[in-house]
Every structure is written in structure tokens, then in C-alpha cells.
């Protein structure tokens, strides 16, 4: 419980309204999409970078614990309050865009702006900006910095770090800086930007992001191919790729995923397929379109696929969508606990990372349906255990994901692709970095927090 003369300090920098300790707020910010639950000891609302630098300073002197929340819909509770402390939230004040330079194609905004909201209003003026995160309707931009998010048009378009340009934070100590320049090009010290991202608030505060942006594309056309199984389909992926394709997104749905669709949403979507691909192509003209689509339709028959839809309409295409947007929701008819993990590999092993999950579910009897980015080789792969009160079946349930976590490494691939490692995920750093890499995060750790009163404990730190 924190003692009342730190919630007057608190209420002297951002006023009473703004400092809340309240059974309600403090429910309402104990927890994530992971649904687990830490109550923090108060919730703070920063009004701008002042109040920022004034609350950390003051927490650093008094060794209280802080954790940076944007939307709190993280799925590996990096937002997570799970040694008390404070929240700090920034989505109530500091969710402005701030600018869109249009001569140098820039957009600067506060952490905690929704990235949708930024979208559209980017395109209003004719450009873009392609991170696409599931979590786009309502999850922030500083959110989406910290956890380096991904999204279904990383395919061709990158992730969050490929659009970063600079950032300001606020240091545990209070110290402000500035990460990055609005320059192209800069190697001028280190990167400090780059260290700032993916860091899950645990290393600064976030205040200012500037962002690049491309021209909005002039076309767009949605496709999908049906393949008899699995294996020829993540085949398709990276061999169409190789081979020229470069479509804004390549989504994969297996065949549990296809059923689980059908029986929940009572989907139109064909039962003897073994996986489908479902994405878009952009360009800046019709005949670029014509010809991708072209070079996708033909590589993925080369590859076995029975056949390609090219979606003739808006509402074909956003049906054609749904059943990837609505993949998730439905798996849960094959259990009452699903563990979802965002694993990704080269794309060129994809083919071996789905058998090899695939057996490691049958070895302990559960459905292991995947899907997800299979145009990055980003996969969501969800264990599902059937009753989440049956103690055997969740110990079991985390002996697969284990597994499955060192499978992937051995293939070259990482722990998560998009997700972050917040708690859920700490335990199994071990599987992907040596004694040595994690000594070297944690000195990063120490140098920017010696207090570690930022976000302790998350990664593994």
C-alpha cells in the first residue's frame, strides 16, 4: 500500500483529479489481455512530459515502482502492475497528434494515440502508415513502440521499428532526451531509438514519436488461395515471394481454424481445405495489381493450390477478411483455455515449424490450431486445453509451449514475433538467449534504471 504522502506529492504535480486510488480505478487497471490480474497501489494520469519527468523523478528518489500503460491491451502483461507501484497512463492526456509534416512526410504524435485514429487521419491527406497491429481499433502508439508491434501488412510494408524515426523519453531519473532526428540518414553515437524500441517500458517513458510515412497506394485488390494441406501452402508463402510476389499481406488459416470458422460464424469458406492463404496486393495502377495477382495465382498452383479467388467487390473482400480477423474467437470451440503463442521462423521453414507444432500437440492430445503472418513467417499458435480446471491438462498444456518455444529456436526463429515477453514469456528467455546476451540486457537495463523502479521484472530482467 503506498503511503498518502506520496499520493499528495503525486496529486501536487498533476492535480487531484489525475491521481487515483480508488478500488474502481484500480481494478480497471490491474490487468491485460492476458486476463491476469495485479492491482497497482494508485493510478497516475500525466497531463504532458513535464508531469512525466516530475512523477519519475520524484519515484526514483523514493524507490517507488512505475508501470508506463498506453491501451493495456498487451497479451503477455507488459503492462502489468505485478509488484504494485503506480500506473502511469498516458492515454487519457497525451493521445494528440501533434503534426503532419507533409514536405518532409512525417507524422509526430503523443503516446497515447490510437493507432487507427493515426491512420486515418494520415490518409486523409494522401499518405500512409502500414503497421497494422489486430489490436489497431484501440491499442497506442507508444503501446505499439514499446512492444514493436507487427500487423497483418508486414509483409511488404515492415513493422513498427521500420517507421520509427525518433522518439522523446523521460528517463527513470526524470532527464529528458531526444532519440533520433528527423534526418534520413544518422549515424551520429548509438541508437538509442532502437533500444527504446520493443523495450516494454522498462528502460524510459515514452512522450513524443515521429513516425515516417509513404504515399497512401492508389489500388488495392483482396485475394485467397485454398490449398489441400498445410505443407503446400507454407510452401506457396515463401517460394511465391521468392519468386517476385509482393503482396501487402499473406495471412494463413489451417484446417482447424477453417472448421472453427465455419461451425462458430457459419463461414462459407470451403471444408476440404487443408489451409488457406488470404491477403492483398497495393500499387500505384491497375496493371501492377493485374500483374501480381497473376504472379501469386500462378506460383501458388506450382505449389498444389486447388484454387484462387480475387475478390470482385468491397464486400466480397471484407468477407474474405473477416474470416482471418475473426480466427481467434473462433478456435475457442476446441477448449475453455487456449494458450496463445506468436512464434515466428525464416520463412523458409515454415513448412518444418507447422509439422513439428502440429506433433507436439498430438504427443500431449491437444489441437494446436494455427495462423497468422505467414508472409513474415509470424504464427499464432494456440494450445488448446480443453478444461482449464483439470490441473494435468494445463501442466501440460505449458510442457507443449515449452516445446514448442525450443523447437522454433532450434529452428531459427524467436519466442515471439509481435507479442513481446512481459511476464508470460520471461520464463523461457533462457531457451533463446545465452548466459551472456542476458547479462548484456540486463547491464542496458541498469544503465538507463539503476533504481529499477521501471517496469521491474518483465523480460526476465
Same mark, same amino acid.
Given at each position: ?44 494520469? #500525466?497531463?504532458? &512530459? ?10 526514483? &528518489? ?20 505485478? =509488484? ?19 514536405? =518532409? ?67 527513470? =531519473? ?72 509482393? #503482396? ?102 515454415? #513448412? ?16 494446436? #490450431? ?84 521501471? =517496469? ?6
Amino acid at each position: 500500500m503506498i503511503d498518502s504522502k506520496h499520493l499528495d506529492a503525486f496529486v501536487n504535480i498533476v492535480g487531484q483529479e489525475n491521481v487515483k486510488s480508488d478500488k474502481a480505478h484500480l481494478i480497471a487497471y490491474c490487468y491485460d489481455a492476458t486476463k491476469s490480474r495485479f492491482e497497482p497501489d494508485a493510478v497516475v494520469f #500525466p497531463r504532458d &512530459e513535464q508531469d512525466v519527468s516530475k512523477i519519475l523523478k520524484y519515484c526514483n &528518489e523514493h524507490h517507488i515502482i512505475v508501470v508506463p500503460r498506453g491501451a493495456g491491451s498487451g497479451f503477455t502483461g507488459g503492462a502489468l502492475p505485478a =509488484n504494485g507501484g503506480i500506473v502511469l497512463s498516458l492515454e487519457r492526456h497525451m493521445n494528440k497528434l501533434l503534426e503532419i509534416d507533409m514536405q =518532409n512526410m512525417l507524422g509526430i504524435v503523443q503516446p497515447g494515440l490510437i493507432n487507427m485514429d493515426f491512420q486515418k487521419a494520415v490518409e486523409e491527406v494522401g499518405l500512409f502508415y502500414p503497421p497494422d497491429p489486430a489490436s489497431e481499433q484501440y491499442s497506442t502508439l507508444g503501446g505499439n513502440v514499446s512492444e514493436n508491434a507487427g500487423g497483418m501488412r508486414a509483409a511488404k510494408y515492415g513493422i513498427t521499428k521500420d517507421y520509427v524515426v525518433a522518439l522523446r523519453a523521460v528517463l527513470p =531519473n526524470g532527464e529528458i532526451i531526444k532519440a533520433g532526428k528527423k534526418t534520413i540518414k544518422d549515424v551520429a553515437g548509438y541508437n538509442t531509438a532502437g533500444i527504446l524500441i520493443a523495450s516494454e517500458g522498462t528502460l524510459a517513458v515514452i512522450t513524443e514519436i515521429t513516425l515516417k510515412l509513404i504515399p497512401k497506394p492508389k489500388f488495392k485488390q483482396t485475394y485467397m488461395g485454398i490449398f489441400p494441406n498445410v505443407t503446400s501452402a507454407m510452401n506457396a508463402v515463401f517460394k511465391s515471394l521468392a519468386n517476385g510476389a509482393n #503482396p501487402v499481406a499473406m495471412e494463413f488459416l489451417d484446417a482447424l481454424v477453417i472448421k472453427a470458422l465455419r461451425e462458430k460464424f457459419k463461414l462459407d469458406l470451403p471444408s476440404e481445405a487443408g489451409a488457406i492463404l488470404v491477403g492483398d496486393v497495393d500499387g500505384s495502377s491497375q496493371a501492377e495489381i493485374t500483374s501480381q495477382l497473376e504472379t501469386l495465382k500462378e506460383s501458388f498452383a506450382h505449389n498444389g493450390s486447388t484454387d484462387f479467388i480475387i475478390a470482385k467487390d468491397n464486400e466480397q473482400a471484407n468477407q474474405l477478411w473477416f474470416a482471418r480477423r475473426n480466427a481467434s474467437p473462433a478456435v475457442t470451440i476446441y477448449g475453455t483455455k487456449k494458450l496463445n503463442e506468436d512464434i515466428s521462423v525464416p520463412r523458409s521453414r515454415l #513448412p518444418e515449424a507447422l509439422e513439428g507444432i502440429y506433433k507436439i500437440g498430438e504427443k500431449y492430445g491437444f489441437n494446436v #490450431p494455427c495462423f497468422g503472418h505467414a508472409g513474415d513467417g509470424n504464427i499464432h499458435v494456440n494450445v488448446m486445453v480443453k478444461d482449464k480446471n483439470n490441473e494435468k491438462e494445463m501442466e501440460d498444456g505449458h510442457k507443449a509451449i515449452e516445446e514448442i518455444f525450443q523447437f522454433v529456436v532450434d529452428l531459427e526463429g524467436t519466442l515471439s514475433g509481435e507479442h513481446g515477453i512481459g511476464l508470460s514469456k520471461a520464463p523461457f528467455m533462457n531457451i533463446a538467449f545465452n548466459h551472456a546476451e542476458m547479462e548484456l540486457f540486463r547491464s542496458i537495463k541498469k544503465a538507463f534504471d539503476p533504481n529499477n523502479i521501471l =517496469n521491474p521484472f518483465k523480460m526476465g530482467l
